[in-house]
């Protein structure tokens, strides 16, 4: 019927239980452990997706929980590592196959952390071979990165060394919020145009320096000059000193004639060719400068050439500025053309400051005129070339000319250029200069004079013929970065805790563990708070006893609720406790928010201490599930209890499975799980009574007080559950738990 879940609706998903933790007023999630005992058959079953598997077992079997806050938890999306020699998809609105694509990648940088990328061009499917980088680019950036391998790069966001320590996984990598990225994206935006047929004949293709500008006292019209590289073949002399480095500039001399160089007046110097030093002889008669792009002992090759460069073939000597290097030129041959002589050649197509002041500047050209040896372009529009005080740019500027790329659609501010391939005319690549913004879809079209006119079957020119076909990716919703969940389709949370030995002494470090999950909103038991200030409906002063039995107390700041089972001078205790109950001290400035109120007596006071089963309070940060038998005495014609071995008492039918035997405490303690029925106590001074016993070791014994466990058995959800291997717990140990939850 051709329905459709989108991918989006999976990361809503999958956002809607991040915020259920994150937000406040809103779910309590704990990561438990469970299952000390070996699964039946000794090896690692797949949990049975059924009430008793997924709710009643695992809350038997349940040993301790830790509350999962707002830094637990993060997005997940593949673990994609960029690998050099990978083709990456590029980015394309149009692609329903994406998210099962390679088209985003992350890096680790050279201070430890990582950086993930989304790809936006491949140059035409090639391999990537060059990593980006963080450094490269900023948040900010308008265009973004092009490796020098030509695929272009979006930075997405950044993870520290840290986050991705806690979440990462072989198969998974976390999400982090990027304020910069995410503000900086604009919706709409234009941010790339792939060629999908490069056309021939583009041949009005330019480049070169700024010669004049506000020609006639007009800003639009600018004098240009062609930008010639050449490459030279040198031979050194027996005086040369040091090598020519790249970018430095190098001057040149007079040449040689009949052995001896010729001096500023062209005449024959008193310096032969056989003896010349050219760090002793002054450069008197340069004639024209350069600079070196490459270089080793044979040639050079240089641009920005300036003054008479060609007018001598041969027995030119040439001088580094900086290395001092000295060489006499052999021979010279220019690479690259002069700009075109051809009037109006150039109209149409799009003049570009690539380099030096005004760089970044665009416009197409209205005009294009040819006088004599000037060489003159009529700017269609020169805002970016000029500010409030004149022309920005000047004889420092490099121009490039190339083919416009002309952007239409339901959106506006989009600019582009055609990057062409000289050697074969065609058009290599799409520039886009401005993105512009409210794009829902585009067209594009490559214009500017292809160089050659085609005199077709109708006898009329024609200069359009075989021209390049493009399409325009428009960006996600938002815009690239705008949001990193759904554009790199995150429908997996990650919920990642640490439990660090004891805990504080709040939970067991000892025995192990086979199964591991997430609880939401369990209720707690037996909550004690420690009560002053208290005052009631009528604004009198009152202790605990104002309250009332089985009303329910709820906290101002937190919203935590529970309901009274006792209370005393100076204590209520509560439970069904949900939330978080927090302390503070009387007098202090926040002692009225965090103050509780009893919802029948209208009875209200501040909380000074909390605590869950008479233990120090953890802050709610974690629970001990286990059923605590205290002042526990072992018959001495028995062995000791065993751990993991089913403990009954038969005076009352209850049951349990030994998880720890506690004897170093004050109080021999033994701790319980699988708990089914009520433990019974031996009274102060009775002989016997509920005495219990080991099925294994056939120990018995008795107890004289028992607490626990700290969640009220069977409340809340178990929401999550996975067997794993058996994991043991020590003193000196930390496990971190990572669960990796897909919606």
Same mark, same amino acid.
């Given at each position: 019927m051709g329905k459709l879940v989108t991918s989006n609706f999976n990361s809503h998903n999958a956002k809607q239980f991040v915020e259920s933790i994150t937000e406040s007023s809103n779910n309590i999630y704990y990561v438990f452990v469970g299952k000390h005992t070996e699964f039946e058959g000794g090896t690692t079953p797949t949990q049975n997706n059924s009430p008793e598997g997924t709710f009643y077992q695992p809350y038997r079997d349940m040993i301790y929980g830790k509350h999962v806050t707002s830094s637990d938890v993060k997005h997940m999306i593949a673990n994609n590592i960029w690998t050099s020699g990978t083709v990456y998809a590029q980015y394309d609105h149009r692609d329903g196959d994406l998210r099962n694509k390679q088209f985003y990648a992350h890096v680790e940088e050279a201070n430890g952390d990582f950086s993930v990328f989304k790809c936006l061009g491949n140059n035409k499917g090639a391999p990537s071979t060059e990593q980006p980088s963080a450094a490269q680019t900023s948040p900010d950036d308008e265009i973004y990165i092009t490796t020098a391998d030509k695929y272009q790069w979006k930075l997405m966001y950044e993870v520290p060394l840290a986050t991705y320590k806690k979440f990462s996984t072989a198969k998974k990598f976390p999400v982090v919020d990027h304020a910069n990225v995410s503000g900086n994206a604009v919706s709409g935006a234009i941010d790339f145009v792939t060629v999908n047929e490069g056309g021939v004949r583009y041949n009005s293709v330019a480049n070169g320096v700024i010669k004049a500008t506000n020609i006639g006292g007009d800003p639009r019209t600018i004098e240009i000059e062609s930008l010639v590289s050449a490459n030279l073949t040198i031979t050194s002399n027996a005086t040369v000193s040091g090598t020519f480095s790249s970018a430095e500039p190098i001057e040149l001399a007079g040449k040689f004639a009949n052995g001896d160089l010729l001096d500023s007046n062209n005449q024959p110097s008193t310096t032969s060719r056989a003896g010349y030093d050219a760090s002793a002889q002054p450069f008197t008669n340069v004639v024209a400068t350069a600079v070196v792009v490459e270089s080793n002992t044979t040639h050079l090759r240089t641009v920005d050439i300036a003054g008479n460069f060609f007018i001598n073939k041969s027995d030119v000597v040439v001088r580094g500025s900086t290395s001092n290097a000295t060489a006499i030129i052999s021979d010279r041959v220019s690479d690259t053309s002069s700009v075109s002589s051809n009037?109006?050649? *150039?109209? @149409?197509?799009?003049? *570009?400051?690539?380099?030096?002041? !005004?760089? !970044?500047?665009?416009?197409?050209?209205?005009? *294009?005129?040819?006088? !004599?040896? $000037?060489?003159?372009?009529?700017?269609?529009?020169?805002?970016?070339? $000029?500010?409030?005080? @004149?022309m920005i740019i000047d004889s420092t500027s490099r121009f490039e000319i190339s083919p416009t790329v002309t952007i239409t659609g339901d959106?506006? @501010?989009?600019? $582009?250029? $055609?990057?062409?391939?000289?050697?074969? @005319?065609?058009?290599?690549?799409?520039?886009?200069?401005?993105?512009?913004?409210? *794009?829902?879809?585009?067209?594009?079209?490559?214009?500017?004079?292809?160089?050659i006119v085609i005199i077709g079957s109708d006898g009329l020119g024609d200069t359009t013929a075989n021209t390049a076909n493009v399409t325009v990716i428009i960006g996600p919703k938002g815009g690239h970065g705008s949001d990193p969940i759904n554009e790199l389709y995150s429908d997996t949370v990650g919920v990642s805790v640490d439990f660090a030995n004891s805990q504080g002494g709040q939970i067991p470090a000892t025995n192990d563990f086979r199964q591991i999950g997430i609880l939401k909103d369990p209720l707690f038991s037996n909550v004690v708070i420690t009560i002053g200030n208290t005052t009631t409906s009528g604004g009198a002063t009152a202790t605990g006893t104002a309250f009332q039995d089985e009303e329910v107390v709820t906290q101002n700041t937190s919203g935590a609720f529970g309901v009274v089972t006792s209370r005393g001078a100076g204590t209520i205790n509560l439970s069904n406790v949900y939330g978080q109950f927090t302390e503070t001290t009387v007098g202090a400035a926040d002692e009225d928010t965090h103050r509780i109120s009893g919802g029948t007596s209208a009875t209200s006071s501040t909380p000074t201490g909390v605590q869950t089963n008479e233990r120090a309070s953890s802050g709610f940060t974690q629970f001990d599930q286990r059923l605590r038998l205290t002042g526990l005495q072992v018959s001495t014609s028995e062995a000791d209890f065993q751990v993991d071995e089913v403990v009954n008492q038969s005076e009352t039918g209850a049951t349990g499975i030994v998880h720890t035997i506690n004897t170093t405490a004050s109080a021999n303690v033994l701790s319980l799980t699988n708990v089914k029925g009520n433990w019974g106590i031996r009274d102060t001074g009775e002989a016997d009574g509920n005495a219990f016993e080991g099925a294994t070791s056939k120990a018995s014994g008795h107890v004289t007080g028992k607490a626990g466990p700290d969640i009220v058995p069977n409340t809340g959800e178990v929401i999550y559950i996975e067997n794993v291997s058996a994991i043991t717990r020590d003193d000196d140990q930390t496990e971190r738990i990572k669960l990796m939850i897909e919606f």
């Amino acid at each position: 019927m051709g329905k459709l879940v989108t991918s989006n609706f999976n990361s809503h998903n999958a956002k809607q239980f991040v915020e259920s933790i994150t937000e406040s007023s809103n779910n309590i999630y704990y990561v438990f452990v469970g299952k000390h005992t070996e699964f039946e058959g000794g090896t690692t079953p797949t949990q049975n997706n059924s009430p008793e598997g997924t709710f009643y077992q695992p809350y038997r079997d349940m040993i301790y929980g830790k509350h999962v806050t707002s830094s637990d938890v993060k997005h997940m999306i593949a673990n994609n590592i960029w690998t050099s020699g990978t083709v990456y998809a590029q980015y394309d609105h149009r692609d329903g196959d994406l998210r099962n694509k390679q088209f985003y990648a992350h890096v680790e940088e050279a201070n430890g952390d990582f950086s993930v990328f989304k790809c936006l061009g491949n140059n035409k499917g090639a391999p990537s071979t060059e990593q980006p980088s963080a450094a490269q680019t900023s948040p900010d950036d308008e265009i973004y990165i092009t490796t020098a391998d030509k695929y272009q790069w979006k930075l997405m966001y950044e993870v520290p060394l840290a986050t991705y320590k806690k979440f990462s996984t072989a198969k998974k990598f976390p999400v982090v919020d990027h304020a910069n990225v995410s503000g900086n994206a604009v919706s709409g935006a234009i941010d790339f145009v792939t060629v999908n047929e490069g056309g021939v004949r583009y041949n009005s293709v330019a480049n070169g320096v700024i010669k004049a500008t506000n020609i006639g006292g007009d800003p639009r019209t600018i004098e240009i000059e062609s930008l010639v590289s050449a490459n030279l073949t040198i031979t050194s002399n027996a005086t040369v000193s040091g090598t020519f480095s790249s970018a430095e500039p190098i001057e040149l001399a007079g040449k040689f004639a009949n052995g001896d160089l010729l001096d500023s007046n062209n005449q024959p110097s008193t310096t032969s060719r056989a003896g010349y030093d050219a760090s002793a002889q002054p450069f008197t008669n340069v004639v024209a400068t350069a600079v070196v792009v490459e270089s080793n002992t044979t040639h050079l090759r240089t641009v920005d050439i300036a003054g008479n460069f060609f007018i001598n073939k041969s027995d030119v000597v040439v001088r580094g500025s900086t290395s001092n290097a000295t060489a006499i030129i052999s021979d010279r041959v220019s690479d690259t053309s002069s700009v075109s002589s051809n009037q109006q050649f *150039y109209k @149409g197509s799009t003049f *570009y400051i690539a380099s030096g002041p !005004g760089a !970044g500047a665009a416009s197409q050209i209205e005009d *294009y005129l040819v006088t !004599g040896s $000037a060489r003159r372009i009529v700017l269609a529009n020169s805002t970016g070339f $000029a500010n409030s005080s @004149g022309m920005i740019i000047d004889s420092t500027s490099r121009f490039e000319i190339s083919p416009t790329v002309t952007i239409t659609g339901d959106g506006s @501010g989009a600019e $582009a250029r $055609a990057i062409v391939n000289t050697s074969i @005319g065609a058009v290599d690549t799409i520039e886009v200069t401005k993105r512009g913004s409210g *794009y829902t879809h585009a067209n594009a079209k490559v214009e500017g004079n292809t160089g050659i006119v085609i005199i077709g079957s109708d006898g009329l020119g024609d200069t359009t013929a075989n021209t390049a076909n493009v399409t325009v990716i428009i960006g996600p919703k938002g815009g690239h970065g705008s949001d990193p969940i759904n554009e790199l389709y995150s429908d997996t949370v990650g919920v990642s805790v640490d439990f660090a030995n004891s805990q504080g002494g709040q939970i067991p470090a000892t025995n192990d563990f086979r199964q591991i999950g997430i609880l939401k909103d369990p209720l707690f038991s037996n909550v004690v708070i420690t009560i002053g200030n208290t005052t009631t409906s009528g604004g009198a002063t009152a202790t605990g006893t104002a309250f009332q039995d089985e009303e329910v107390v709820t906290q101002n700041t937190s919203g935590a609720f529970g309901v009274v089972t006792s209370r005393g001078a100076g204590t209520i205790n509560l439970s069904n406790v949900y939330g978080q109950f927090t302390e503070t001290t009387v007098g202090a400035a926040d002692e009225d928010t965090h103050r509780i109120s009893g919802g029948t007596s209208a009875t209200s006071s501040t909380p000074t201490g909390v605590q869950t089963n008479e233990r120090a309070s953890s802050g709610f940060t974690q629970f001990d599930q286990r059923l605590r038998l205290t002042g526990l005495q072992v018959s001495t014609s028995e062995a000791d209890f065993q751990v993991d071995e089913v403990v009954n008492q038969s005076e009352t039918g209850a049951t349990g499975i030994v998880h720890t035997i506690n004897t170093t405490a004050s109080a021999n303690v033994l701790s319980l799980t699988n708990v089914k029925g009520n433990w019974g106590i031996r009274d102060t001074g009775e002989a016997d009574g509920n005495a219990f016993e080991g099925a294994t070791s056939k120990a018995s014994g008795h107890v004289t007080g028992k607490a626990g466990p700290d969640i009220v058995p069977n409340t809340g959800e178990v929401i999550y559950i996975e067997n794993v291997s058996a994991i043991t717990r020590d003193d000196d140990q930390t496990e971190r738990i990572k669960l990796m939850i897909e919606f």
